[in-house]
Protein backbone atom coordinates (compact mmCIF):
# COMPACT_ATOMS: atom_id res chain seq x y z
CA UNK A 1 0.00 0.00 0.00
CA UNK A 2 2.76 2.16 -0.03
CA UNK A 3 1.26 3.71 -3.56
CA UNK A 4 -2.15 5.07 -3.01
CA UNK A 5 -4.84 4.95 -5.28
CA UNK A 6 -7.44 7.67 -5.47
CA UNK A 7 -9.94 5.67 -6.88
CA UNK A 8 -9.45 2.87 -3.58
CA UNK A 9 -10.03 6.25 -1.56
CA UNK A 10 -12.84 6.93 -3.02
CA UNK A 11 -14.46 3.78 -2.90
CA UNK A 12 -13.51 3.43 1.29
CA UNK A 13 -14.94 6.78 1.88
CA UNK A 14 -17.97 5.41 0.44
CA UNK A 15 -18.37 2.75 2.91
CA UNK A 16 -16.63 4.13 6.10
CA UNK A 17 -16.58 7.79 7.70
CA UNK A 18 -13.16 8.66 9.14
CA UNK A 19 -13.35 10.51 12.38
CA UNK A 20 -10.30 12.45 13.08
CA UNK A 21 -8.50 14.74 16.19
CA UNK A 22 -5.33 16.35 16.07
CA UNK A 23 -2.95 16.74 18.95
CA UNK A 24 -0.65 19.65 18.19
CA UNK A 25 2.78 20.55 20.01
CA UNK A 26 3.76 24.23 19.49
CA UNK A 27 6.55 25.46 20.75
CA UNK A 28 7.13 28.79 22.27
CA UNK A 29 9.06 31.68 21.12
CA UNK A 30 10.59 32.60 25.00
CA UNK A 31 14.33 33.41 25.32
CA UNK A 32 14.55 30.91 28.00
CA UNK A 33 13.11 27.27 28.71
CA UNK A 34 9.76 26.24 30.42
CA UNK A 35 11.02 25.16 33.95
CA UNK A 36 15.03 26.27 33.38
CA UNK A 37 17.02 29.55 32.69
CA UNK A 38 18.87 27.66 29.51
CA UNK A 39 18.54 29.08 26.38
CA UNK A 40 15.76 28.40 24.04
CA UNK A 41 17.11 29.00 20.59
CA UNK A 42 17.01 26.39 17.98
CA UNK A 43 20.43 25.34 16.56
CA UNK A 44 22.95 25.40 18.81
CA UNK A 45 25.65 22.23 19.45
CA UNK A 46 24.34 19.49 20.95
CA UNK A 47 23.83 19.47 25.08
CA UNK A 48 25.01 22.76 24.95
CA UNK A 49 21.55 24.97 25.65
CA UNK A 50 20.91 22.45 29.22
CA UNK A 51 21.12 23.23 32.34
CA UNK A 52 20.96 20.83 35.73
CA UNK A 53 16.91 20.83 35.27
CA UNK A 54 17.11 20.06 31.88
CA UNK A 55 19.48 16.95 32.19
CA UNK A 56 17.67 15.49 35.42
CA UNK A 57 19.94 16.25 37.92
CA UNK A 58 18.84 15.51 41.68
CA UNK A 59 17.61 18.18 43.73
CA UNK A 60 17.37 20.91 40.90
CA UNK A 61 14.44 22.57 40.80
CA UNK A 62 11.86 23.61 38.29
CA UNK A 63 11.26 27.46 38.24
CA UNK A 64 8.51 28.49 35.86
CA UNK A 65 8.49 30.76 32.97
CA UNK A 66 6.14 33.57 33.48
CA UNK A 67 6.61 34.34 29.16
CA UNK A 68 5.49 31.38 28.53
CA UNK A 69 2.30 31.23 30.88
CA UNK A 70 1.38 34.76 28.92
CA UNK A 71 2.22 33.33 25.65
CA UNK A 72 -0.13 30.45 26.35
CA UNK A 73 -2.80 32.61 27.19
CA UNK A 74 -2.50 34.67 24.05
CA UNK A 75 -3.60 31.87 22.60
CA UNK A 76 -5.75 30.42 24.57
CA UNK A 77 -7.78 33.60 24.34
CA UNK A 78 -7.07 33.90 20.85
CA UNK A 79 -9.10 30.98 20.05
CA UNK A 80 -12.10 31.51 22.44
CA UNK A 81 -11.06 29.38 24.77
CA UNK A 82 -12.39 28.87 28.99
CA UNK A 83 -9.33 29.93 30.39
CA UNK A 84 -9.41 28.54 33.97
CA UNK A 85 -7.88 30.91 36.97
CA UNK A 86 -5.95 28.03 38.50
CA UNK A 87 -4.13 25.37 37.02
CA UNK A 88 -2.08 22.25 38.17
CA UNK A 89 1.39 20.64 37.05
CA UNK A 90 1.76 16.91 36.78
CA UNK A 91 4.34 15.06 36.99
CA UNK A 92 3.70 12.37 33.65
CA UNK A 93 6.01 9.32 34.19
CA UNK A 94 7.52 7.35 31.23
CA UNK A 95 10.94 5.96 30.86
CA UNK A 96 13.02 7.00 27.35
CA UNK A 97 16.49 7.64 26.82
CA UNK A 98 15.28 11.47 26.38
CA UNK A 99 14.08 12.05 29.84
CA UNK A 100 16.56 11.73 32.01
CA UNK A 101 14.01 12.51 35.05
CA UNK A 102 11.70 9.62 34.26
CA UNK A 103 9.02 12.21 34.27
CA UNK A 104 7.84 15.03 32.21
CA UNK A 105 6.29 17.84 33.68
CA UNK A 106 2.97 19.05 32.37
CA UNK A 107 -1.07 19.94 32.88
CA UNK A 108 -3.40 16.64 33.24
CA UNK A 109 -6.79 16.69 34.57
CA UNK A 110 -6.81 20.86 35.51
CA UNK A 111 -5.15 22.40 32.49
CA UNK A 112 -5.12 26.19 31.96
CA UNK A 113 -7.73 26.40 29.41
CA UNK A 114 -10.94 24.61 28.49
CA UNK A 115 -13.31 24.06 25.18
CA UNK A 116 -12.82 26.88 22.24
CA UNK A 117 -12.14 26.27 18.39
CA UNK A 118 -10.28 26.88 15.40
CA UNK A 119 -12.64 28.86 12.37
CA UNK A 120 -11.13 28.61 8.96
CA UNK A 121 -12.32 28.43 5.34
CA UNK A 122 -12.60 25.12 3.02
CA UNK A 123 -14.07 25.09 -0.42
CA UNK A 124 -15.78 28.40 0.43
CA UNK A 125 -17.57 26.93 3.27
CA UNK A 126 -16.41 28.47 6.93
CA UNK A 127 -15.79 25.45 9.05
CA UNK A 128 -14.58 25.35 12.60
CA UNK A 129 -13.31 22.35 14.91
CA UNK A 130 -13.68 22.56 18.68
CA UNK A 131 -11.15 22.24 21.12
CA UNK A 132 -11.09 19.84 24.04
CA UNK A 133 -8.36 22.03 25.90
CA UNK A 134 -4.72 23.56 25.96
CA UNK A 135 -2.63 22.74 28.08
CA UNK A 136 1.14 23.79 28.73
CA UNK A 137 4.10 21.00 29.38
CA UNK A 138 7.92 20.98 28.66
CA UNK A 139 9.22 19.23 25.80
CA UNK A 140 11.38 15.98 25.97
CA UNK A 141 14.94 15.57 24.67
CA UNK A 142 15.62 14.18 21.03
CA UNK A 143 17.44 10.51 20.53
CA UNK A 144 19.65 10.52 17.27
CA UNK A 145 19.81 7.60 15.17
CA UNK A 146 23.17 6.66 12.77
CA UNK A 147 22.11 3.83 11.98
CA UNK A 148 24.94 3.25 9.36
CA UNK A 149 27.21 3.16 12.55
CA UNK A 150 24.97 1.52 14.94
CA UNK A 151 24.66 3.76 17.48
CA UNK A 152 21.66 6.06 19.16
CA UNK A 153 22.69 9.19 20.87
CA UNK A 154 20.65 11.92 23.00
CA UNK A 155 20.42 15.65 22.76
CA UNK A 156 18.97 16.97 26.00
CA UNK A 157 18.51 20.66 24.29
CA UNK A 158 15.32 20.23 23.27
CA UNK A 159 14.72 19.51 27.34
CA UNK A 160 12.28 21.71 29.14
CA UNK A 161 11.44 23.98 25.95
CA UNK A 162 8.02 24.76 26.25
CA UNK A 163 5.27 24.14 24.70
CA UNK A 164 1.45 24.03 24.51
CA UNK A 165 -0.42 21.17 23.22
CA UNK A 166 -3.90 22.10 21.33
CA UNK A 167 -6.25 19.15 21.67
CA UNK A 168 -9.12 19.17 19.21
CA UNK A 169 -12.53 17.18 19.58
CA UNK A 170 -12.74 14.46 16.88
CA UNK A 171 -14.72 16.73 14.48
CA UNK A 172 -12.90 16.24 12.03
CA UNK A 173 -13.62 14.03 9.05
CA UNK A 174 -11.40 14.36 5.73
CA UNK A 175 -7.36 14.78 5.06
CA UNK A 176 -8.27 18.31 3.18
CA UNK A 177 -10.08 19.18 6.56
CA UNK A 178 -7.32 18.24 8.57
CA UNK A 179 -4.93 20.01 6.62
CA UNK A 180 -6.89 23.21 6.51
CA UNK A 181 -7.33 23.02 10.44
CA UNK A 182 -3.83 22.65 10.78
CA UNK A 183 -2.90 25.36 8.91
CA UNK A 184 -5.33 27.75 10.12
CA UNK A 185 -4.20 26.65 13.61
CA UNK A 186 -0.43 27.55 12.45
CA UNK A 187 -1.35 30.63 11.23
CA UNK A 188 -3.35 31.67 14.24
CA UNK A 189 -0.09 30.98 15.97
CA UNK A 190 1.85 33.03 13.85
CA UNK A 191 -0.54 35.94 13.93
CA UNK A 192 0.42 35.80 17.60
CA UNK A 193 3.73 35.71 17.26
CA UNK A 194 4.40 33.33 19.70
CA UNK A 195 5.20 29.74 18.08
CA UNK A 196 7.51 29.69 14.68
CA UNK A 197 5.17 27.26 13.12
CA UNK A 198 8.61 25.45 11.40
CA UNK A 199 7.07 21.99 11.06
CA UNK A 200 10.88 20.88 10.04
CA UNK A 201 12.46 22.07 13.18
CA UNK A 202 10.26 20.84 15.37
CA UNK A 203 8.53 23.62 16.62
CA UNK A 204 4.87 22.60 15.63
CA UNK A 205 4.12 18.99 15.55
CA UNK A 206 1.08 17.13 15.30
CA UNK A 207 -0.06 13.71 16.10
CA UNK A 208 -3.22 12.38 14.13
CA UNK A 209 -6.30 10.24 16.04
CA UNK A 210 -8.16 8.23 13.23
CA UNK A 211 -10.47 5.73 13.42
CA UNK A 212 -13.22 4.62 11.03
CA UNK A 213 -16.82 3.66 11.17
CA UNK A 214 -19.86 2.58 8.65
CA UNK A 215 -21.30 4.92 7.22
CA UNK A 216 -24.26 6.05 9.36
CA UNK A 217 -22.96 5.00 12.19
CA UNK A 218 -22.94 6.87 15.38
CA UNK A 219 -20.13 4.97 17.52
CA UNK A 220 -16.29 5.81 17.24
CA UNK A 221 -13.87 2.98 16.07
CA UNK A 222 -10.92 1.93 17.73
CA UNK A 223 -8.47 5.09 17.03
CA UNK A 224 -4.90 4.68 15.76
CA UNK A 225 -2.34 7.94 16.58
CA UNK A 226 0.05 8.83 14.12
CA UNK A 227 3.43 10.16 14.94
CA UNK A 228 6.47 11.55 13.24
CA UNK A 229 4.33 13.65 10.33
CA UNK A 230 6.67 16.55 9.58
CA UNK A 231 4.87 18.82 6.99
CA UNK A 232 1.05 19.50 5.81
CA UNK A 233 1.64 17.16 2.71
CA UNK A 234 2.91 14.31 5.10
CA UNK A 235 -0.30 14.93 7.43
CA UNK A 236 -2.51 13.97 4.45
CA UNK A 237 -0.54 11.34 2.91
CA UNK A 238 -0.40 9.92 6.56
CA UNK A 239 -3.92 10.16 7.46
CA UNK A 240 -5.11 8.74 3.52
CA UNK A 241 -2.54 5.96 4.76
CA UNK A 242 -4.42 4.88 7.63
CA UNK A 243 -7.89 5.18 6.44
CA UNK A 244 -6.64 2.81 3.83
CA UNK A 245 -5.22 0.34 6.06
CA UNK A 246 -7.95 0.28 8.39
CA UNK A 247 -10.15 -0.44 5.93
CA UNK A 248 -8.10 -3.44 4.55
CA UNK A 249 -8.14 -4.95 8.17
CA UNK A 250 -11.94 -4.44 8.59
CA UNK A 251 -13.02 -5.88 5.10
CA UNK A 252 -10.96 -8.79 6.02
CA UNK A 253 -12.86 -9.06 9.04
CA UNK A 254 -10.12 -8.06 11.12
CA UNK A 255 -9.59 -6.18 14.47
CA UNK A 256 -8.12 -2.37 14.27
CA UNK A 257 -5.51 -2.38 17.69
CA UNK A 258 -5.28 0.57 19.59
CA UNK A 259 -1.75 1.62 19.28
CA UNK A 260 0.77 4.59 18.16
CA UNK A 261 2.18 4.17 14.84
CA UNK A 262 5.21 6.19 13.13
CA UNK A 263 5.04 7.39 9.70
CA UNK A 264 7.98 6.99 7.54
CA UNK A 265 7.58 9.34 4.58
CA UNK A 266 10.37 7.84 2.48
CA UNK A 267 8.37 4.88 2.58
CA UNK A 268 5.30 6.26 2.46
CA UNK A 269 3.71 4.11 4.69
CA UNK A 270 2.98 3.80 8.97
CA UNK A 271 4.86 2.04 10.90
CA UNK A 272 3.85 0.20 14.30
CA UNK A 273 5.51 1.84 17.06
CA UNK A 274 3.89 0.43 20.81
CA UNK A 275 0.60 -0.09 22.01
CA UNK A 276 -1.24 2.99 23.11
CA UNK A 277 -0.75 4.19 26.36
CA UNK A 278 -3.70 4.98 29.11
CA UNK A 279 -3.85 7.49 31.25
CA UNK A 280 -2.87 5.14 34.07
CA UNK A 281 0.03 3.71 32.15
CA UNK A 282 1.69 7.43 32.94
CA UNK A 283 1.35 7.05 36.70
CA UNK A 284 -0.15 10.88 36.39
CA UNK A 285 0.67 13.07 39.96
CA UNK A 286 0.71 16.55 40.76
CA UNK A 287 4.09 17.94 40.43
CA UNK A 288 5.17 18.99 44.06
CA UNK A 289 7.86 21.08 43.49
CA UNK A 290 5.30 23.38 41.64
CA UNK A 291 2.51 25.46 42.70
CA UNK A 292 -0.74 25.70 40.95
CA UNK A 293 -1.01 28.54 38.49
CA UNK A 294 -3.19 31.04 39.88
CA UNK A 295 -4.45 33.46 36.99
CA UNK A 296 -6.12 36.45 37.86
CA UNK A 297 -8.54 38.51 35.67
CA UNK A 298 -7.25 41.23 35.59
CA UNK A 299 -3.45 39.67 34.04
CA UNK A 300 -6.59 37.82 31.21
CA UNK A 301 -7.66 41.23 30.36
CA UNK A 302 -4.81 43.03 30.06
CA UNK A 303 -3.60 40.09 27.50
CA UNK A 304 -6.95 39.98 25.82
CA UNK A 305 -6.66 43.59 25.01
CA UNK A 306 -3.39 42.94 23.43
CA UNK A 307 -4.78 40.58 20.84
CA UNK A 308 -4.16 40.87 17.14
CA UNK A 309 -6.87 40.99 14.82
CA UNK A 310 -6.69 37.28 13.95
CA UNK A 311 -6.44 35.61 10.70
CA UNK A 312 -10.13 34.54 10.18
CA UNK A 313 -11.56 37.90 11.51
CA UNK A 314 -9.43 39.44 8.86
CA UNK A 315 -10.33 37.25 5.98
CA UNK A 316 -13.92 38.10 6.69
CA UNK A 317 -13.54 41.83 7.31
CA UNK A 318 -11.38 41.81 3.71
CA UNK A 319 -14.47 39.81 2.51
CA UNK A 320 -16.65 42.36 3.96
CA UNK A 321 -15.18 46.09 3.63
CA UNK A 322 -12.88 45.63 0.59
CA UNK A 323 -15.28 43.54 -1.64
CA UNK A 324 -12.53 40.21 -1.86
CA UNK A 325 -13.78 37.00 -2.80
CA UNK A 326 -12.44 34.26 -0.34
CA UNK A 327 -9.63 33.08 -2.12
CA UNK A 328 -8.49 36.84 -2.54
CA UNK A 329 -8.86 37.12 1.22
CA UNK A 330 -7.31 34.04 1.87
CA UNK A 331 -4.26 34.75 -0.21
CA UNK A 332 -4.30 38.79 1.09
CA UNK A 333 -3.89 37.40 4.63
CA UNK A 334 -1.15 34.08 4.56
CA UNK A 335 0.90 36.26 6.98
CA UNK A 336 0.07 39.58 9.03
CA UNK A 337 2.94 41.56 7.11
CA UNK A 338 1.68 40.59 3.78
CA UNK A 339 -2.03 42.04 4.94
CA UNK A 340 -0.64 45.00 6.12
CA UNK A 341 0.91 45.41 3.17
CA UNK A 342 -2.27 44.90 1.41
CA UNK A 343 -4.28 47.33 3.46
CA UNK A 344 -2.06 49.76 3.20
CA UNK A 345 -1.99 50.15 -0.47
CA UNK A 346 -5.47 49.81 -0.86
CA UNK A 347 -6.25 52.75 1.62
CA UNK A 348 -3.33 54.89 -0.17
CA UNK A 349 -5.09 54.77 -3.39
CA UNK A 350 -8.61 54.29 -2.48
CA UNK A 351 -8.67 51.09 -4.94
CA UNK A 352 -8.77 47.71 -3.21
CA UNK A 353 -8.87 45.59 -6.38
CA UNK A 354 -6.30 47.23 -8.09
CA UNK A 355 -3.99 46.98 -4.89
CA UNK A 356 -5.22 43.12 -4.78
CA UNK A 357 -4.90 42.43 -8.27
CA UNK A 358 -1.17 44.18 -8.61
CA UNK A 359 0.17 42.60 -5.42
CA UNK A 360 -0.92 39.28 -6.51
CA UNK A 361 0.11 38.85 -9.56
CA UNK A 362 3.22 40.94 -9.18
CA UNK A 363 4.38 41.42 -6.00
CA UNK A 364 3.83 38.07 -4.98
CA UNK A 365 5.68 36.26 -8.12
CA UNK A 366 8.63 38.13 -6.47
CA UNK A 367 7.97 36.49 -2.92
CA UNK A 368 9.36 33.20 -1.64
CA UNK A 369 8.07 33.16 1.96
CA UNK A 370 5.32 35.81 2.46
CA UNK A 371 5.59 35.37 6.24
CA UNK A 372 9.41 37.15 6.18
CA UNK A 373 10.25 38.34 2.27
CA UNK A 374 7.36 40.94 2.22
CA UNK A 375 8.33 42.76 5.33
CA UNK A 376 11.94 43.76 3.59
CA UNK A 377 10.39 43.54 -0.13
CA UNK A 378 10.66 46.59 -2.41
CA UNK A 379 8.67 48.50 -3.32
CA UNK A 380 7.30 48.76 0.20
CA UNK A 381 3.54 49.86 0.74
CA UNK A 382 4.64 53.61 0.62
CA UNK A 383 6.47 52.84 -2.80
CA UNK A 384 4.00 50.18 -4.51
CA UNK A 385 1.33 52.79 -3.84
CA UNK A 386 2.78 55.86 -5.69
CA UNK A 387 3.32 53.50 -8.66
CA UNK A 388 -0.38 52.84 -8.54
CA UNK A 389 -1.62 55.85 -8.08
CA UNK A 390 0.56 56.83 -11.57
CA UNK A 391 -1.64 54.23 -13.01
CA UNK A 392 -4.92 56.16 -11.58
CA UNK A 393 -4.06 59.01 -12.83
CA UNK A 394 -2.94 57.92 -16.09
CA UNK A 395 0.67 58.51 -16.06
CA UNK A 396 1.36 55.17 -16.26
CA UNK A 397 -0.66 52.43 -18.56
CA UNK A 398 -0.88 48.90 -16.43
CA UNK A 399 1.93 47.24 -19.04
CA UNK A 400 4.06 50.55 -18.17
CA UNK A 401 3.29 50.11 -14.45
CA UNK A 402 4.74 46.19 -14.74
CA UNK A 403 7.87 47.79 -16.37
CA UNK A 404 8.41 50.54 -14.00
CA UNK A 405 7.95 48.05 -11.17
CA UNK A 406 10.40 45.59 -12.26
CA UNK A 407 13.07 48.16 -12.18
CA UNK A 408 11.99 49.42 -9.38
CA UNK A 409 12.38 45.88 -7.50
CA UNK A 410 16.19 46.13 -9.43
CA UNK A 411 17.43 49.66 -8.60
CA UNK A 412 15.52 50.31 -5.57
CA UNK A 413 13.89 53.90 -6.58
CA UNK A 414 10.78 55.40 -6.45
CA UNK A 415 8.29 55.46 -9.51
CA UNK A 416 8.50 58.69 -10.31
CA UNK A 417 12.20 58.97 -10.35
CA UNK A 418 12.14 56.11 -12.61
CA UNK A 419 9.65 57.37 -14.55
CA UNK A 420 11.49 60.97 -15.08
CA UNK A 421 15.20 59.37 -15.88
CA UNK A 422 13.86 57.17 -18.46
CA UNK A 423 11.06 58.96 -20.02
CA UNK A 424 8.20 56.35 -19.63
CA UNK A 425 5.65 58.39 -19.05
CA UNK A 426 2.42 57.17 -20.84
CA UNK A 427 1.04 59.54 -24.00
CA UNK A 428 -2.41 61.02 -23.85
CA UNK A 429 -1.92 63.97 -25.40
CA UNK A 430 -4.65 64.07 -28.48
CA UNK A 431 -2.44 65.87 -30.96
CA UNK A 432 0.52 63.80 -30.25
CA UNK A 433 -1.43 60.59 -30.78
CA UNK A 434 -3.10 61.14 -33.94
CA UNK A 435 0.38 62.72 -35.31
CA UNK A 436 1.31 59.08 -34.81
CA UNK A 437 -2.36 57.88 -35.69
CA UNK A 438 -1.82 59.61 -39.37
CA UNK A 439 1.63 58.16 -39.84
CA UNK A 440 1.43 54.43 -39.24
CA UNK A 441 -2.04 54.88 -41.74
CA UNK A 442 -0.25 56.48 -44.35
CA UNK A 443 2.47 54.02 -44.03
CA UNK A 444 0.58 51.14 -44.28
CA UNK A 445 -2.38 51.81 -47.34
CA UNK A 446 -2.45 47.97 -48.32
CA UNK A 447 -4.07 47.17 -44.40
CA UNK A 448 -6.45 50.21 -44.28
CA UNK A 449 -7.85 48.80 -47.68
CA UNK A 450 -8.72 45.36 -46.46
CA UNK A 451 -9.78 46.84 -43.39
CA UNK A 452 -11.99 49.21 -44.85
CA UNK A 453 -13.11 45.93 -47.32
CA UNK A 454 -14.60 44.67 -44.01
CA UNK A 455 -11.20 42.75 -42.39
CA UNK A 456 -12.30 44.22 -38.86
CA UNK A 457 -9.21 42.02 -37.59
CA UNK A 458 -6.82 44.43 -38.60
CA UNK A 459 -7.72 47.14 -35.98
CA UNK A 460 -5.19 45.36 -33.78
CA UNK A 461 -2.67 45.28 -36.43
CA UNK A 462 -3.27 49.76 -36.33
CA UNK A 463 -3.33 49.94 -32.75
CA UNK A 464 0.02 47.34 -32.15
CA UNK A 465 2.11 49.61 -35.07
CA UNK A 466 1.28 53.41 -33.02
CA UNK A 467 2.16 51.49 -29.91
CA UNK A 468 5.29 50.68 -31.42
CA UNK A 469 5.75 53.86 -33.18
CA UNK A 470 5.33 55.60 -28.97
CA UNK A 471 7.29 52.73 -27.32
CA UNK A 472 4.38 51.05 -26.04
CA UNK A 473 3.58 54.47 -23.87
CA UNK A 474 0.53 55.84 -25.81
CA UNK A 475 -2.58 55.66 -23.47
CA UNK A 476 -4.49 52.34 -24.70
CA UNK A 477 -8.02 54.02 -24.45
CA UNK A 478 -7.02 57.32 -25.71
CA UNK A 479 -5.52 55.79 -28.74
CA UNK A 480 -8.21 53.33 -29.65
CA UNK A 481 -11.02 56.23 -29.35
CA UNK A 482 -8.81 58.06 -31.94
CA UNK A 483 -7.52 55.47 -34.15
CA UNK A 484 -11.40 54.06 -34.12
CA UNK A 485 -12.64 57.71 -35.20
CA UNK A 486 -9.88 58.02 -37.66
CA UNK A 487 -10.36 54.73 -39.88
CA UNK A 488 -14.04 55.43 -39.59
CA UNK A 489 -13.80 59.06 -41.55
Not at 18 to 36: F, I, R
Request: hydrophobic share 40%; glycine share 6%.
Amino acid sequence: MSVINNEDVEKVLKKFEPVMGLEVHAQLKTTTKLMSAASNQFGSSPNTAVSTICTGMPGALPVLNKKAVQMALQAGLALDCEIQKRSVFSRKHYFYPDLPKGYQISQYDRPYALKGAVQFYLNGEKRKIALTRIHLEEDAGKNLHFDDRGVSLVDLNRSSVPLIEIVSEPEIRSTAEAAAYLKALRLALRYLDICEGNLEEGNFRCDANISLRPRGEQKFGTRVELKNINSFRNLERAITYEILRQADLLDSGGKITQETRLWDADQNKSISMRSKEEAADYRYMPEPDLLPLEIVERDIEDIRKKLPEMPIARMDRFIRDYGRNIYDADVLTASSSLADYYETVSKAIQDPQLASTFIQTNVLAHIANVETDIETFFPDAKALSDLLLKMKDKTLSLNLAKEVFEIMMAEKKPAAQIISEKGMAQVSDDSALLAVIEKVIAENPGQLAELKAGKDKLFGFFMGQCQKALGGKGNPATLKELLEKKLKG
